[in-house]
């Protein structure tokens, strides 16, 4: 390029240039200007260029955790929740998503709904049928029994029943490294079966700010 231009009277100073801006920017950080941006607007980023060695497991970082008074994990049970009652929950809550149950005593996990699509499912339901009120009982079930007085709504066709989850007793190294590798918003945590809590990514990077000395409550995400 040099030679079809006749510059290589410049290469000496562009060279000099190059490597004194390098320098100088090695001397304020070794992050680049996007690293910086995405620190300054709060992006949900986890490096993969840097290694997270945390001797602890998801039973300490998931929410809720055990042994503190957090509030209970939103779910919705399979078949005994309502048109209203999961409206209500879509109203008060900003969640992306909710797993499901199979009963609220057993907490045995059946799947994960995403909140728009069972947002437009429900409405879909309602403009269509009539019959359908706020005490009509949703199910995630393919067994569905006949209600005569309110027809019951099927929403299995928007459960994914093959969540991502991970046990109580995982490391978090290996959770981090998941996070990474698949891109993952959230996991659930489980133990035999049975729902304890989600780990989102938010979540890991409060804890390694943690691991770190800082305060993970002056962390804030855009």
Known sequence: MFELTGGLTYIVPL????????????AFGRDGIYDGHIHLNGYPFMDSKRDFKHKTIAANVMRPRPRRNEPPLQTIPATTATVGQIEHLLEETEYFGFPVVLSGDSQLLAGYVYRTEISRALTHARSSDRYITSESLVYFTPNIPIHTDHHPVSLELWLDKSPFCITDQTPIDTVIEIFRKMGLRHVLVTHNGRLLGIITKKDLLRHIARVANMDPDSIRFN
């Open 15 to 26: 060279m000099v240039a190059i490597v004194t801006s390098k320098w100088v920017g090695d």
